[in-house]
């Protein structure tokens, strides 16, 4: 994972972390449900780091394919 990829993770994640906030201390937001709003929280977090796990696979995988077998081995 880059720092842009990066950067954009913990954009999304605070997005959904202010909005719990605000549902949680803003007496402006006392209609919204801070159940719903900590829920949606907890799926953000999961999907970003999933979405980080599968980053990483995916380039170990590639890292592994390139210098364990180096081209070489290949048959044509």
């Keep these: 994972?880059?720092?842009a990829d990066l950067a954009a993770s913990i954009e999304r994640l605070m997005a959904r972390v202010d909005y719990?906030?605000?549902c949680e201390l803003d007496e402006e937001y006392d209609h919204d449900r801070p159940d719903s709003a900590r829920k949606q929280?907890?799926?953000a977090?999961?999907?970003e780091l999933l979405r980080a796990s599968?980053?990483?696979l995916v380039s170990s995988i590639a890292s592994t394919t390139r210098t364990g077998f180096g081209g070489a081995d290949l048959v044509a």
Excluded: F, S
Aim: charged content about 25%; proline content about 0%.
């Design 20 to 22: 719990y906030l605000h």
């Design 41 to 43: 929280l907890e799926v």
């Design 1 to 3: 994972m880059n720092d």
């Design 54 to 56: 599968a980053i990483g």
């Design 45 to 47: 977090l999961r999907e």
